[in-house]
């Protein structure tokens, strides 16, 4: 790959960056094949920390068609292949689509090749943090990557916008409370943030399954799929266990790992009704203050 100069972690990016763990567990799966969560600083580049950045990259338009992209990350690298760039924004900067205004229609219809690599005493220090910060500082990485390789230039704004709040229906949760591990009975459930499993069959039926979750973290799983910001109005605050299977709007859904190629099934409730049915709470329509990632200027990646 040829060198394209240094691209340094960001410790502003002029946007405030807030990637709850549900985010990191959807597109890290469905787009990374990786989770990622925000809370380490960047580090300065001295002797005994070195600066972490992406020594060479590449961002190449992607000519072979599909419709699906894949990742690989080793120790010292980062590839993907054909994926669109809006996609890789949402991922990077946690933010979901109907959160990025301004974006011009190629960065979500084009797919690219990206393959980055860093030097080898930065990948050694980064095998030196804890999972999360190493985590972390991966997906700082991509931000910094993409900042400097579209020449992008953003700012964030709250807008009022319409949104969901999730409240308990009028016959109750039907939430159960997560439960010990039989395989160790004694260690504490902990929380480390939900396990989102998203699976479809076809066009059939979405199927979450979801561990150690609580009111909030519902809240933006379900965000992912109702196109909207959702608030947890719930008041819950033990953590459950669950699994929800509704027919998607595929317009507004987020993109799944589907298998097979069965019809769609017109007897599956729609996600406001699985809600309210299987969980025994509710999606009340409304507006509310939304924080958006306004793209001012964007150019196509020149391809080295």
């Known amino acids: 790959m040829p060198a394209s100069g240094r691209f340094f972690v960001v410790a502003s990016l002029g946007f405030k960056v807030a990637l709850k763990p549900l985010y990191a567990t959807l597109f890290g799966a469905v787009l990374l094949g990786t989770t990622a969560s925000v809370g380490a600083q960047s580090q300065s580049g001295t002797a005994s920390a070195p600066v972490f ?17 894949g990742s690989h990350t080793t120790l010292d690298s980062y590839s993907i292949t054909n994926v669109p760039l809006q996609a890789l924004i949402q991922f990077a900067f946690g933010i979901q689509n109907y959160q ?37 500082m991966r997906q700082r990485m991509l931000q910094a990557l993409i900042l400097d390789r579209l020449q992008m230039k953003i700012h964030h704004e709250t807008r009022e916008l319409p949104v969901f709040s999730l409240v308990i229906a009028k016959n109750g949760s039907k939430l159960q409370e997560s439960k010990v591990d039989p395989a160790n009975p004694s260690a504490p459930i902990g929380r480390g943030g939900p396990s989102v499993r998203t699976s479809r069959n076809g066009s059939g039926p979405i199927t979450l399954t979801v561990l150690r979750c609580v009111g909030s973290d519902l809240a933006g799983v379900l965000a992912t799929h109702v196109g909207r910001v959702v608030l947890d109005k719930t008041g819950l605050t033990a953590m459950y266990d669950f699994t929800l299977q509704f027919m998607p709007d595929d317009a507004s859904s987020a993109p799944v790992a589907s298998s097979g190629s069965s019809a769609a099934d017109p007897t599956a409730p729609s996600i406001f009704t699985a809600v309210q049915e299987q969980l025994g709470l509710k999606l009340e329509s409304g507006k509310g203050p939304v924080e958006v990632m306004v793209i001012d200027h964007v150019e196509r990646p020149s391809g080295n």
């Open 53 to 69: 950045e992406y020594d060479v990259a590449s961002i190449k338009l992607n000519k072979l068609g599909g419709a699906s992209y």
């Open 100 to 136: 990025v205004v301004g974006a011009p229609d190629w960065l979500a219809s084009e797919r690219y090749d990206i393959e980055a690599k860093m030097e080898p005493d930065v990948a050694d220090a980064l095998q030196k943090l804890s999972l999360d910060d190493r985590r972390d």
